[in-house]
């Protein structure tokens, strides 16, 4: 059980168009689901957190209108990079926090998207 | 300020021989949970253990071990006779209770190369 997908698991675009990265619970409902971002050899950052129904809360340093992020239903949260720019390559990765169900409440992790703008 | 701190940036092993990967954390909590992820190649991120704060046990699963020591906030990882597929990129990780699982700490992560 507690299993994160992640769609596309890479993107190659070119700069200025706007990239859909598809975050899905396949076997839980997730109440919050969290996105991040690593750079090659670096840890992982917490770009933001979006709860179903409502705003995403984002770090500080993180453009909220560059990084949209969309969390429509349980199960699905998107995050659109809009006018990818080179800098934007990354690999970005999604986790998913079943919520209440859960005795603690703990994070799952997809196997990440490979963003890489031309 | 940091919260974990994973000093090793790189380690290297031959093949079979055991390797201790250091984390240290901080916190102001007196509830809080210590993570291992395993990160190969592939990028996908592997759970390896979470501890809670209440319980210093140190725990062994198969070749993995983990020692965890509030005392010097410290919480270690060892692999026993260490293997190729071993070769990862291997991530402490801490969460606070008052925060919940919403903020995840995670340290810079440390690179380890089986040697075969």
């Known amino acids: 059980g507690a299993v994160v997908s992640q769609h596309p698991s890479w993107v190659i675009c070119k700069s200025g168009t706007s990239v859909k990265i598809e975050c899905r619970s396949l076997d839980f409902q997730a109440t919050t689901m969290f996105w991040y971002r690593q750079f090659p050899k670096q840890s992982l950052m917490l770009m933001a957190t979006s709860n179903e129904g409502s705003k995403a809360t984002y770090e500080q340093g993180v453009e909220k209108d560059k990084f949209l992020i969309n969390h429509a239903s349980l199960t699905l949260s998107t995050l659109t990079v809009t006018s990818a720019h080179p800098e934007d390559s990354s690999f970005y990765i999604c986790?998913?926090?079943?919520?209440?169900?859960?005795?603690?409440?703990?994070?799952?992790f997809g196997p990440g998207t490979r963003l890489t703008v031309l | 300020a940091q919260k974990v701190t994973q000093a090793q940036t790189e380690i290297s092993v031959v093949e079979k021989e055991d390797v201790t990967l250091d984390c240290v954390y901080e916190t102001r909590d007196t509830t809080y949970y210590l993570f291992w992820y395993k990160q190969p190649p592939s990028g996908e991120l592997v759970f390896l253990i979470r501890?809670?704060?209440?319980?210093?046990q140190n725990e062994i699963s198969g070749r993995y071990s983990w020692n965890f020591q509030k005392s010097t906030s410290s919480f270690n990882f060892t692999i026993t006779a260490s293997q190729v597929v071993d070769s990862a990129v291997y991530f402490c990780a801490l969460s606070e209770y008052e925060t919940g699982a919403n903020n995840l700490f995670f340290g810079t992560g440390t690179r380890l190369t089986v040697i075969p």
């Open positions: 986790s998913a926090n079943p919520g209440l169900s859960s005795s603690y409440n703990e994070q799952f």
């Open positions: 501890r809670n704060s209440f319980d210093e």
